[in-house]
């Protein structure tokens, strides 16, 4: 049994980064492993409320991100310091998420044996 | 045991040496790689930020990574320590876990 880390920071919508993340951060978690995400930098967009991916001809990252619960997923993070340089406030995410400090980071880090670049 | 970071991007076209350094703990480990090796050349912009990280955190640079880029062990800020592939091994068995800000 290993802690994997997910640490996203990837802006969603480029490529498909964040899916193939998501892909494998799933993988993880059907195998009883856990799991836990933080959002970081650009990641944090990928969980701003009002996306229309579709208005590209792209898929949703919404409907993964809200079916990690049913995955077993510990929880979703979110810092704090992040969202505010960007203009987003927590009120404006899809999903309910906790809130980190950047002074927290290192620490919840080194709390995880295995740290996935998403 | 520190986490072992590892940055792999110039940081004159890419925040993610800063972003790194703005979330390292004390003890921590950073090994600057490919592109990211142009931010140990003394007089860069990333020099001041490096040098503030060392107070609390070692920073290492990738020996072979500079010697493609024509730099020079010379040009090298104070205070970062050069490493071969077998350090970069010897790093990553000394830290866990290991962080990628690819």
Wanted: overall charge negative; some cysteine; charged content about 20%.
């Amino acid at each position: 049994m290993k802690n994997f880390l997910f640490v996203m920071r990837r802006p969603p919508h480029e490529g498909t980064a964040v899916r193939e993340s998501l892909d494998m951060l799933m993988t993880v978690a059907a195998f009883d492993q856990p799991v836990r995400v933080l959002f970081l930098d650009d990641g944090v967009f990928a969980l701003k409320a009002g996306q229309r991916p579709d208005v590209l001809g792209l898929k949703p990252v919404e409907p993964l991100l809200a079916a990690l619960d049913f995955y077993g997923v510990e929880g979703l993070w979110v810092e704090e310091e992040s969202l505010v340089q960007r203009g987003l406030r927590p009120e404006g995410l899809a999903l309910p998420v906790r809130g980190i400090r950047r002074a927290e980071v290192a620490g919840f880090v080194a709390g995880a044996d295995v740290v996935v670049n998403g | 045991m520190g986490v072992l970071h590892l940055v792999n991007r110039s940081p004159h076209q890419s925040a993610s040496l800063a972003q790194c350094l703005a979330r390292v703990g004390d003890g921590d480990a950073v090994l600057l790689l490919e592109g990211a090796v142009y931010a140990a050349l003394k007089g860069s912009a990333a020099a001041p930020g490096l040098q503030e990280a060392l107070a609390r955190v070692a920073v290492y640079v990738l020996a072979p990574d500079l010697a493609a880029r024509g730099v020079a062990a010379e040009e090298v800020a104070e205070g970062l320590a050069l490493v071969d592939y077998e350090g970069f091994v010897e790093l990553s068995l000394r830290h866990a876990p290991i962080q990628s800000w690819f």
